[in-house]
């Protein structure tokens, strides 16, 4: 079964400064994909950025890029000039052409 | 464009009692899938229908069960409640299936007392 771990249960941050969120997984398959998902306090989830396996190029969305390293099955999420509004729980995700599966979580703090 | 709508946002049951959660999808996406999201956790695979077809299912006991119906709307249903089935329910749509990119609603809020 495919598994994903996030390490960091809370991780803090100022505003206007870099933020490294970690994520590993397990699987035996060669194609897939990873997510990463936002949830803010009592609001929606809502997806930030997403990486196919296949796909040698980190992802990239705005302020929000990925460090993807197939080998060592990590998926780290990096934000940049980050702003009040990205302080949520932020979830790692994968999916082997099936279903979603999600770590625990890592809720950002991010301080003026 | 409407989102995903999830009813009720809050509800309290008892133990022993049955409860129905709705969710209609994004007009166009045709799979829904389930989730349930315990407090302080990531969210958990219940049930996954796409085109009114079972695609997938958890490791969830029989008490849960769902269908879709002709319009692509969702039910989750959830029979004989324990302390344990309190979580954040979320439905999520999408256009493809398989791809992982979902589309959430805001959840229901389930209480057993």
């Known amino acids: 079964a495919q598994t994903v771990t996030q390490s960091q249960p809370e991780m803090s941050v100022q505003e206007a400064e870099t933020v490294t969120l970690s994520c590993t997984y397990d699987t035996s398959e060669s194609d897939y994909y990873l997510f990463w998902y936002k949830q803010p306090p009592s609001r929606q989830m809502i997806l930030v950025i997403r990486q196919e396996a296949y796909k040698q190029q980190n992802a990239t969305e705005n302020r929000f890029s990925v460090n993807f390293q197939k080998a060592a099955k990590s998926f780290s999420l990096k934000i940049s000039d980050s702003q009040l509004g990205d302080a949520a729980m932020y979830f790692c995700?994968?999916?082997?052409?099936?279903?979603?599966?999600f770590g625990k979580g890592t809720m950002l703090l991010v301080s003026p | 464009d409407a989102g995903v709508t999830q009813s009720p946002t809050h509800l309290i049951k008892t133990r022993g009692q049955h409860v129905t959660l709705r969710c209609s999808p994004i007009?166009?996406?045709?799979?829904v899938s389930w989730y349930q999201q315990v407090l302080g956790q990531g969210p958990q695979f219940i049930f996954q229908y796409y085109e009114k077809e079972e695609r997938g299912r958890g490791n969830f006991p029989d008490r849960f069960s769902a269908r879709q119906f002709p319009n692509y709307s969702s039910e989750l249903n959830v029979n004989a409640l324990l302390l344990g089935d309190s979580a954040l329910y979320l439905c999520a749509s999408s256009l493809l299936i398989d791809t992982g990119e979902l589309f959430f609603g805001e959840g229901s809020r389930l209480t057993v007392l």
């Open positions: 995700a994968y999916t082997g052409y099936s279903t979603l599966t």
């Open positions: 007009s166009g996406h045709k799979s």
